[in-house]
């Protein structure tokens, strides 16, 4: 309650105290802000140096630096992206993240090829093996061919019999032409994708040997 003093209104002790203690209370709360608030540095495209207390507006498409109040570094953030900015970061992450993937796909299977093969003795052999069975199916095919194309002549005799009177070939043997022909196209076709298969194999086996050439010399420097 205010009293009058000397013709004056003046505060009563209770209310000065109030008041001080309000005071007080705001410095304080004000200076306690004031320690805990970040710092925000950037330097602008200008080359400016700006720093503020809140995330600065001129540095949204730059990366922003957010210090302690001590000046120490907290942490970085932004810049922001464009929506195509956007898409273009997320098509870089995931080519990163595809080669990443490739690595460590190349690494499991090395691991498993020099398991496999833990000196050339043991490829050369699998070589061996695979060609061997790819001759083995050739020279069927082949043997095949053989006996289709002795087949086939027979036919064609038989055909001979009629070629002045076409209309009486019967048909059975007109069918066994065909289906002949038919056979004699696989088993050609059959040669022609073994050699094939056997380009592949020894271009394969020529590609895991350099490869297992390194790994071999990396695996006994290891050990000595």
């Known amino acids: 309650m205010a009293q009058r003093k000397n013709g004056q209104y003046v505060c009563a002790a209770p209310l000065r105290w109030a008041v001080l203690t309000a005071l007080a209370a705001a410095i304080c709360s004000s200076s306690l802000w004031a320690q805990s ?16 207390d809140r995330p600065i507006p001129e540095c949204f498409d730059r990366e922003q630096r ?30 990163e993240e595809e080669e990443r993937q490739r690595i460590e796909d190349q690494k499991r299977r090395d691991k498993a090829l020099l398991t496999r093969y833990p000196d050339q003795a043991s490829h050369d052999r699998e070589r061996q093996s695979a060609v061997e069975q790819t001759l083995e199916v050739k ?20 055909l001979e019999f009629y070629v002045q009177t076409p209309e009486r070939t019967p048909g059975t043997l007109v069918q066994r032409a065909k289906s002949t022909d038919q056979a004699i196209d696989v088993q050609r076709k059959l040669i022609e994708e073994q050699d094939r298969q056997l380009k592949r194999i020894n271009t394969n086996f020529d590609e ?17």
């Not at 925000?40 to 495209?45: A, G, L, S």
């Open 37 to 52: 608030a970040d710092i925000y540095t950037c330097v602008d495209n200008s080359g400016r140096k700006l720093t503020a």
């Open 66 to 95: 957010v210090l302690n109040p001590s000046g120490t570094l907290k942490n970085t953030i932004g810049p922001r992206l464009s929506e195509r900015d956007k898409q273009a970061l997320e098509a870089k992450r995931r080519v």
């Open 139 to 158: 020279r069927l095919a082949g043997q095949k061919l053989l006996d289709l194309q002795a087949e086939r002549k027979l036919i064609s005799q038989e």
């Open 208 to 224: 895991e040997l350099k490869r297992l050439k390194t790994m071999w010399q990396q695996a006994t420097a290891q050990t000595r």
